[in-house]
């Protein structure tokens, strides 16, 4: 298979731990004769220094006319602590959102069973939990009219929905449900928020198509609650964009570390992925910063083009890199291994898999690399 992609390093640790994703799929492709070309583009703070325009009309015509969108992180300390900005990075990737049609982000959730002590929560809580958050991403609050009056101590925020905006995302969490556990949890505020009472009428009318998975709903304050009481009994999670963005970062702290989270966002004809943790410009040059979200990035663009033995591949090397804990210090604070060594890990174990010698564990553990 031939694919381009679009390459969105963005800023702080996004060029570290998007450079491991590379190493992963250009590995996939030696290996199982997959071409894979990358064209990197401006995107962010970054694109914002260069261009004035977080989002300049270069990237994004590249991304209109590429096969998926592989996204690094965005966002700058000078723009989050300036609240008078008039531009900035994350604006850029609401605008792609909404140009490419992405109105799905998906993101998986389960936690690695040498790391369920790295959680803070307790280890009977998470060990079994495994669910799948469906977010919807081109609606609600973050693209309504927004609006502020002359004086500034006025501020709005319109949340608009439309029963075709519900139905399109509805159907994708149905389906998937279908070939997991055959549950979905619909949260909302509908005690509160007229459009949550139209995702209620709309999703359980898109239900009607699929008898055989259980549907129930959640208000928004009792899902979060119910993450951290007892994460296990969700399977797939379908909810607008606001309650979405908070509710998977929240759901984050089952597997221990943001930084091992990867996410999907699909539309009809594009596709993005990438690991939802922010810039993190403290570990910016580093090499401290986890690249693993970024490579399980990868392995989802694999499975969305049919890819599944490639994809299944990395999600091996991942697990193998736990296990031999080469991992960075979110995860193990005495670690010896940085962002650079768990790609390189990670992409040797894909040329090197059915070899186990090649990995020495016992160098390994002492923190000798073993990485040629």
Known sequence: MNLKIAVLPGDGIGPEVILQAKKALYAIGEVYNHEFVFEEALMGAIAIDKTGNPLPEQTLNLCLNTDAVLFGAIGD???????????????????????????????????????IDASPLKREIIEGADFTIFRELTGGAYFGAKTLNEEGTHASDLCEYSEEEITR????????????????????????????RLWRKVVQKVSADYPDVALD????????????????????ILTENLFGDILSDEASVITG???????ASLGEKNALFEPIHGSYP????????????????????????????????????VEKAIEYKVVT???????????????????????????????????VHIGQSTIV
Request: hydrophobic fraction near 45%; avoid cysteine.
């Open 169 to 196: 995302i509805a159907h994708l969490a149905f389906k998937s449900a279908q070939n997991r556990r055959k549950k979905l949890t619909m949260v909302d505020k509908a005690n509160v928020l007229e459009t949550s």
């Open 282 to 317: 403290q570990a910016k040059g580093k090499n401290i910063a986890n690249p693993i979200a970024s490579i399980l990035s990868a392995a989802m663009l694999l499975e969305h083009f049919g890819l599944f033995k490639e994809a299944n591949v990395i999600y091996q090397a």
């Open 77 to 115: 300390p000078k723009y989050d602590n300036n609240p008078n900005a008039k531009v900035r990075p994350e604006q850029g990737l609401l605008k792609l959102r909404k140009e490419l049609g992405l109105f799905a982000n998906i993101r998986p959730i389960k936690p690695y069973k040498s790391l």
């Open 257 to 263: 570390s943001i930084g091992l989270l990867a996410s």
């Open 217 to 236: 709903f959640l208000f928004v304050d009792n899902a979060a609650m119910q993450l951290i009481l007892n994460p296990k009994q969700f399977d797939v």
């Open 329 to 363: 210090v979110d995860l193990k604070p005495d670690s010896k291994f940085g962002t650079n060594e768990v790609g390189e890990f990670v992409s040797n174990f894909i040329f090197s898999k059915d070899d186990l010698l090649y990995f020495n564990n016992d160098n």
